[in-house]
């Protein structure tokens, strides 16, 4: 399991410009219906045909507002909810998502006289040295 594929920074990139999108169209939502609300307030209290239907879409705005943010919530908890899917996957087959730190290498790759790779445990390195050292 690889923590991240080839294509996986461009795919969060664009989760992240998504949500700032969605963000900002939440916040436009809500002023253009508080907006479109007071202005409909006189024209009800003067009465006629205009402030009811100014109200019924402000209200429309305002009912939008509501399911973006909702829209927003819910990818924020599916991604906290897919992020914890994959260290619970890793940890149940022993595999983090960490980088492995320095120093902390089972494998050790060098070439050899001719430019060839040659890979070497280094569990094996470390008793050759300490049976060489006896």
Known sequence: MQ???EGYMARREKQ???LYMQRSM???CLAVGLGLALVSVPLLIRGGILGPILLAVALLFGMGAVFIFAGIRGQIAADRAIQEEYERLGMLYGQSLEKPKRGVQEDVVRLSDDGELIVEDSTE??????????
């Open 26 to 28: 939440t916040w436009a």
């Open 3 to 5: 923590p991240f594929d």
């Open 125 to 134: 390195d470390q008793t050759r040295a300490s049976t060489s050292n006896d």
């Open 16 to 18: 992240i410009q998504d």
